[in-house]
């Protein structure tokens, strides 16, 4: 939707950009990357980072596997398979730099050096992963803000509202336990939720 309205371009995996393709997008907007690359645009950069696929209980995740070609056009969430995890850094000239991760599991190793002001972290399954907030937030140097993400249950309606795990996953799946566990390891951080299409400014 959002390719759909500015034309943009999608930097994602091979995976992404067969899905992306499935939907109708031409290979002309799509750009495949693995983690290491600093993309120069202009008045901002993206670097990318490998990253890693939350775990669930069994330490496993739902929906492994790789497309290496271009599926039909996917209908509900078991049609996409996870392909690779990446992590991206979009820093602003003369501007904020901004953090955007999707999973609750990350190569702490590869973020070594990076002090992002804003940072988005997923929270869904992170109590799979040891001293996950701590270790994380400690990695990006505590920044300024932390905005929680993949904390709701995203195979509701948009007209819904955001809405936490917990019906799903319990105290695990709750969101004023992910927002506590985030103020605990970065208690200089300001924590913010947002609701569905909310913006913030800082």
């Given at each position: 939707?959002?390719?759909?309205?500015?034309?943009?371009?999608?930097?994602?995996s091979e995976t992404h950009r067969h899905l992306m393709r499935s939907?109708?997008?031409?290979?002309?907007?799509?750009?495949?990357?693995?983690?290491g690359e600093v993309m120069a645009f202009d008045g901002y950069t993206i670097e990318v980072f490998a990253g890693l696929h939350s775990l669930g209980p069994t330490k496993k995740f739902a929906l492994p596997g790789h497309l290496f070609a271009d599926p039909p056009a996917p209908t509900m969430v078991g049609d996409l398979p996870e392909g690779?995890?990446?992590?991206?850094?979009?820093?602003?000239?003369d501007g904020p730099s901004v953090f955007l991760m999707s999973t609750a599991n990350f190569v702490e190793r590869a973020f070594a050096?990076?002090?992002?002001?804003?940072?988005?972290?997923?929270?869904?399954?992170?109590?799979?992963?040891?001293?996950y907030a701590e270790r994380l937030t400690r990695a990006l140097?505590?920044?300024?803000?932390?905005?929680?993400t993949h904390w709701d249950n995203f195979e509701r309606p948009y007209e819904d509202g955001a809405q936490?795990?917990?019906d799903v996953l319990g105290e695990d799946g709750a969101l004023d336990n992910f927002?506590?566990?985030l103020k605990r390891a970065s208690p200089r951080s300001q924590v913010v939720v947002l609701d569905f299409f909310e913006t913030f400014e800082f």
């Open positions: 939707a959002v390719q759909g309205r500015t034309n943009a371009m999608v930097i994602g939907f109708g997008l031409p290979d002309q907007l799509l750009v495949i990357v693995e983690g690779d995890s990446l992590c991206y850094l979009l820093a602003i000239e050096g990076i002090r992002p002001d804003v940072a988005l972290i997923a929270g869904i399954f992170r109590n799979q992963i040891r001293d140097h505590h920044p300024r803000v932390l905005l929680p936490d795990l917990s927002v506590r566990e």
